[in-house]
């Protein structure tokens, strides 16, 4: 079965009652997880930007935590796990400034994370390609935001 264009979709959506439109969106969350935590961030936390950016960082705090430091490569395991799911979230909210909160946390973790990656030069390359698309993001943000989240990616940068 070949899936149709988004516009197709749009357009028979429309058409639909809105009774349809629950039972369609209920449908979609039953049968994927992503689908499920997608309706979640909109009916429940895409009003409190704040409170979800917050939820998220706790999170991967808690994974961070739970790193298994044996050896490095369940290290880059984990931060690899760690930065799909934050890239999934960051997809979510669609919006820039949270892109960028949400990889400086990362990268913040990161730096900080013992054993050093610098002993690592995967995940010093995950730290480094994740510093550019801070960079990325942070030239779409407003020039006071710019300001700001320049001066914690310098900090960040400086440590």
């Known amino acids: 079965m070949k899936a149709v264009t988004v516009k197709k979709i749009k357009d028979e959506l429309k058409h639909r009652s809105s009774q349809d439109l629950v ?4 449908q979609l969350s039953k049968f994927k997880k992503e689908n499920k935590e997608l309706l979640t961030y909109l009916l429940f936390e895409a009003h409190d ?45 669609k919006k820039k400034e949270t892109e960028v909160l949400l990889l400086l946390h990362f990268c913040g973790r990161l730096k900080d994370f013992t054993p050093s990656i610098s002993k690592s030069p995967r995940l010093q390359n ?18 006071d935001l710019q300001y700001d989240y320049q001066l914690e990616l310098d900090e960040l940068l400086d440590e």
Do not use: G, P
Not at 23 to 26: G, I, K
Not at 126 to 143: F, G, S
């Open 23 to 26: 039972e369609l969106c209920l």
């Open 49 to 93: 930007e704040e409170m979800y950016i917050q939820s998220v960082k706790e999170f991967m705090d808690e994974l961070f935590d739970d790193i298994n430091t044996k050896s490095y490569f369940y290290i880059r395991k984990s931060v690899r796990k760690i930065l799909t799911l934050t890239k999934k979230y960051i997809r979510y909210s």
């Open 126 to 143: 995950v730290y480094d390609r994740q510093i550019l698309m801070i960079k990325k993001a942070l030239a779409t943000l407003h020039e």
